[in-house]
């Protein structure tokens, strides 16, 4: 993607946190990430805990706290339990509430952050994956490190004094290192030391057959962490380190599967290493980088069987209709997310209408298209529309400047690549089958697709790097710039694939071999992330037997838990859980559904949950379509009884989908 400048109009937000309440100056003048695994410690008060793994962090004005969380599973739940086992500051604390003595973030990467805490001389390199938080003592402190529990005992390893063991009634074991001798001793729940400076880092030892790991790599440490996007379903991690010999890190499911598909010289995988996470055993990996390699993912238009001639008419007589319908007059809503799934649903009906050749329809959508997508991008769009604000470096609404709730949160930067998704695969439609438009607004377009997909300052210095993807995580968060008790979160993981979706798309239209190649990329990040944590198969042992048994699929997935129910409705209503996790249905469905065990698995978990039920006509669609790809003949006879569609979809859409099985 090349650089251009910036169009939108610029904007005040009247409901937008003060991003230089913890940001240090040197970064204000910088697009800042507005759904990072560190948000927390930026927002409101900056304590509420984020889940650096393996460790829950908590920080207040003088104190960082540690928790090696408690994983609590139930039918409907499961969650880390936060407890500050060790809290580290200076015993010699400044309790003034002068600004110097909040703790701020000195500098940020995609794969760590570093906190600063002024007034106990301490300095946190909180790198993701780090068996270890690791601090630096600025200048000579006396440290204290209290916890909730009682200290049992602690020992000094040698005479060195540069390793201790502390032993507290919790069972819990955890190990202090440091890089020159330090003082220690101990009174009931208080651990405190000498004036020392230099580095100290803290490890808890889950197995008494880790200390040995953990001493042999305790010297090497990580400041920050970069992911680099390989052209091809690639993605390299690199570590910033400080002394010498190898780095010890730790790898969440998904990380182990992608190392093993890629050459990985000098990367050991340690099998017997584990820490417990709600995201599924984390295992240590010996390396100072990582290749991570996903299957390649083909980014086409149309479905990849084609549909059979012989279902043609049927699907031509619904796309008339559905065509015919088509009036810009009669849409009721301004709201960015329904207003895009308008458009969405109307550049479907043009793919449809390709992949059947029944071109006659394409020049009312094409008009149609035009009318909905041109007022958003010339802003004249009434009662709402795209504008810049620089506090954060992103787009907002008219609607989100002065409230915090309008457009689901899109002006507190929530959902937008849910939102931008939408828009962006009418775009690259309408500029597939018109390729003078898209030429003229192509500036405007890659201006609103860098919102979310930007790689970088090189790349668009008025956006953050990839606002909502996860580099650590491997998908997207939806959450922004509100504070949650559980960090981050993300529902509708079927709408962050339609966003990198769309993207390559709209690479497709322009002709973009770098756009289609990263928008690939992410895409099929996200769908492996998806398939890993969001899909719950009967097999499955990642999360406990009890939830795992009442649950087909995650709700809401949140940093620090997993939730059966949803933003909008209960648990029990299990066709609302499948159909979110399956909007919008594209062709891209097939990939992401390309189980049909698992499919099988949910749709049959799903059903008895529509039994006499009216007025779910919408989600019934989307539970028939799942249906299809193991049952095709009885959904289809399902579908042709609906007597309504979800708001983005339609009967031509649930045909096309059908027919192309």
């Known amino acids: 993607m090349s650089s251009v400048p910036f169009l939108f109009p610029q904007t005040h937000s009247t409901v937008l946190p003060n991003p230089s309440n913890f940001f240090s100056q040197n970064l204000l003048s910088t697009p800042l990430p507005t759904n990072s695994f560190f948000q927390n410690f930026v927002l409101k008060n900056g304590d509420q805990p984020e889940y650096i793994h393996p460790y829950l962090i908590k920080s207040s004005n003088f104190s960082l706290s540690v928790s090696h969380p408690f994983l609590l599973f139930s039918t409907a739940m499961l969650y880390q339990v936060f407890s500050p086992d060790l809290t580290i500051s200076s015993s010699?604390?400044?309790?003034?509430?002068?600004?110097?003595?909040?703790?701020?973030?000195?500098?940020?990467?995609?794969?760590?952050v570093t906190l600063d805490i002024p007034s106990s001389?301490?300095?946190?390199?909180?790198?993701?994956?780090?068996?270890?938080?690791?601090?630096?003592?600025?200048?000579?402190?006396?440290?204290?490190?209290?916890?909730?529990?009682?200290?049992?005992?602690?020992?000094?390893?040698?005479?060195?004094?540069?390793?201790?063991?502390?032993?507290?009634?919790?069972?819990?074991?955890?190990?202090?290192?440091?890089?020159?001798?330090?003082?220690?001793?101990?009174?009931?729940?208080?651990?405190?030391?000498?004036p020392f400076s230099g580095i100290i880092r803290i490890a808890v030892v889950p197995d008494s057959n880790y200390e040995k790991i953990l001493d042999k790599f305790s010297s090497c440490y990580p400041v920050s962490g970069y992911a680099n996007i390989q052209k091809k379903f690639g993605l390299v991690y690199k570590w910033q380190r400080k002394n010498s010999g190898d780095l010890l890190m730790l790898a969440h499911p998904?990380?182990?599967?992608?190392?093993?598909?890629?050459?990985?010289?000098?990367?050991?995988?340690?099998?017997?290493f584990k820490y417990r996470s709600v995201d599924g055993d984390l295992v240590g990996v010996v390396g100072n980088s990582w290749n991570l390699k996903t299957d390649s993912i083909d980014v086409t238009w149309h479905s990849s069987k084609g549909v059979t001639k012989e279902s043609h008419d049927e699907i031509v007589s619904a796309l008339v209709k559905d065509v015919k319908k088509l009036?810009?007059?009669?849409?009721?809503?301004?709201?960015?997310?329904?207003?895009?799934?308008?458009?969405?649903?109307?550049?479907?009906?043009?793919?449809?209408?390709?992949?059947?050749?029944?071109?006659?329809?394409?020049?009312?959508?094409?008009?149609?298209?035009?009318?909905?997508?041109?007022?958003?991008?010339?802003?004249?769009?009434?009662?709402?529309?795209?504008?810049?604000?620089?506090?954060?470096g992103g787009l907002v609404t008219q609607q989100g400047i002065n409230d915090s709730s309008a457009d689901f949160g899109f002006g507190v930067y929530n959902d937008h690549h849910y939102h931008l998704?939408?828009?962006?695969?009418?775009?690259?439609?309408?500029?597939?089958?018109?390729?003078?438009?898209?030429?003229?607004?192509?500036?405007?377009?890659?201006?609103?697709?860098?919102?979310?997909?930007?790689?970088?300052?090189?790349?668009?210095?008025?956006?953050?790097?990839?606002?909502c993807f996860d580099p650590y995580k491997l998908h997207s968060w939806a959450s922004g710039v509100t504070e949650f008790e559980n960090g981050r979160n993300q529902e509708s993981s079927s709408e962050a694939v339609n966003a990198y979706y769309s993207a390559a798309l709209v690479g497709?239209?322009?002709?973009?071999?770098?756009?289609?190649?990263?928008?690939?990329?992410?895409?099929?990040?996200?769908?492996?992330?998806?398939q890993t944590w969001w899909h719950v198969k009967a097999e499955s042992n990642l999360y406990g037997e009890d939830f795992a048994k009442e649950n087909r699929i995650v709700g809401i997935l949140w940093a620090n838990k997993r939730d059966s129910k949803l933003w909008w409705a209960p648990s029990e209503c299990r066709e609302c859980r499948l159909s979110i996790q399956v909007l919008p249905l594209l062709p891209i469905t097939e990939t992401l559904f390309n189980d049909g065990v698992y499919a099988k698995e949910l749709v049959e978990w799903t059903l008895p949950s529509l039994k006499n039920k009216t007025n779910v006509e919408g989600w019934k669609g989307f539970t028939y379509a799942l249906q299809g790809v193991y049952d095709k003949k009885n959904a289809l006879k399902k579908i042709r009884l609906l007597k309504g569609f979800d708001d983005g979809n339609s009967f031509s859409n649930l045909l096309w989908w059908i027919h192309s099985r």
């Open 92 to 112: 010699q604390k400044s309790h003034t509430n002068s600004p110097k003595n909040k703790h701020f973030i000195s500098s940020y990467s995609d794969l760590g």
């Open 327 to 392: 009036n810009i007059s009669a849409i009721e809503t301004n709201s960015s997310y329904f207003y895009g799934k308008i458009v969405g649903r109307a550049a479907r009906f043009a793919l449809i209408a390709e992949e059947i050749s029944y071109f006659k329809v394409i020049p009312i959508i094409k008009n149609f298209l035009k009318k909905t997508i041109e007022p958003w991008l010339d802003g004249n769009f009434k009662g709402n529309g795209f504008f810049y604000e620089k506090s954060w």
């Open 421 to 467: 998704g939408y828009f962006l695969y009418g775009i690259g439609v309408l500029a597939k089958i018109d390729p003078l438009w898209g030429q003229k607004y192509k500036p405007i377009v890659y201006s609103l697709l860098k919102d979310f997909m930007n790689l970088g300052k090189r790349d668009n210095k008025n956006y953050p790097t990839l606002r």
């Open 121 to 194: 001389n301490l300095r946190f390199f909180l790198v993701r994956g780090s068996p270890f938080v690791t601090a630096s003592v600025t200048k000579p402190t006396p440290l204290s490190i209290t916890t909730l529990h009682n200290i049992v005992s602690l020992s000094c390893f040698d005479n060195k004094k540069t390793k201790y063991t502390l032993l507290l009634n919790n069972t819990q074991k955890w190990i202090i290192y440091t890089s020159s001798p330090i003082n220690l001793n101990h009174d009931g729940s208080e651990v405190k030391s000498d």
């Open 508 to 530: 497709l239209a322009y002709n973009d071999k770098n756009l289609v190649a990263t928008g690939s990329t992410l895409l099929a990040l996200e769908i492996n992330a998806v």
């Open 254 to 272: 998904l990380h182990v599967k992608l190392l093993s598909k890629s050459n990985n010289h000098g990367v050991t995988v340690l099998n017997d």
